[in-house]
């Protein structure tokens, strides 16, 4: 099956935690970050996943907000920290690509003002920002 969607990670279940209807699995992927994808517990169920399972979590670029600062006092679950590669830059939107620590790089498209007022430039520190419920993942 082929996918438009940019963001693709390896990783493997480190945690489940199930509640009556949602339920939040954490994935290690590459480079030692962890990513959270918040599903239903019949999603779980019907992938059979379990800790330690090899998984493939998927983001959408347009699912992906960047900071160039502080992160503290979010409620988003996922900050993914990284050195931004390039930056393409049209009409509208952006497209950012950021190296992750020791792992995979990650897309995310953003408006053009967003990164003009960041001021993104290669080489800059940044942190993806995800939040659980954008993240979905396939059983490999």
Known sequence: MVLSIRNRFAGTVSEIVGGAVMGTVAISIPGGQTLTATVTMDAIKDLGVNIGDTVEALIKSTDISLATGGTSGLSIRNKLRGTLVDVDSGGAMSVARI??????????????????ELALRPGLPVTALIKSTEVSFSAA
């Open 99 to 116: 190296a992750l620590a020791e792992g995979p790089e990650i897309t995310a498209a953003i408006t053009r003002a967003a990164a003009e």
